[in-house]
């Protein structure tokens, strides 16, 4: 069993920040990447950010030099922080994980519950 748990949404301001996080927990042997979608009303998921278990990352265009996404092998932990924020970022933010459950298994990928964004004046 895994479970991935977001927190850490909520309202904000235009121009405002935001820190989301997301931590796996459960039967892990390896966590390959992580990282964040998000979906708006009326739009089809896209993907944010990711970031691999050597910390590569990778930004979506319209979020690049506005959120940084950062990662806690340790804790099993990723993390988004958005600055800059505009009211098009309003969406439910969702975090993934690849990761294999055994040493022999293939990567699968497993997914948050899902944390609302809303910036707004």
């Known amino acids: 069993q895994v479970q991935l748990v977001e927190s850490g949404g909520g309202l904000v301001q235009p121009g405002g920040s935001l820190s989301l996080s997301c931590a796996a927990s459960g039967n892990i042997y390896r966590i390959n990447d992580m990282g964040w979608y998000r979906q708006a009303p009326g739009k089809e998921r896209e993907l944010v950010a990711l970031?691999?278990?050597?910390?590569?990352?990778n930004y979506a265009d319209s979020v690049n030099g506005r959120f940084a996404i950062s990662r806690d092998n340790a804790r099993n932990t990723i993390y988004l922080q958005m600055s800059s924020l505009k009211p098009d970022d309003t969406a439910v933010y969702y975090c993934?994980?690849?990761?294999?459950?055994?040493?022999?298994?293939?990567?699968?990928?497993?997914w948050g519950q899902g944390t609302q964004v809303t910036v707004s004046s």
């Open positions: 993934y994980a690849d990761l294999n459950i055994r040493s022999w298994s293939t990567s699968g990928r497993w």
């Open positions: 970031i691999g278990s050597t910390g590569t990352t």
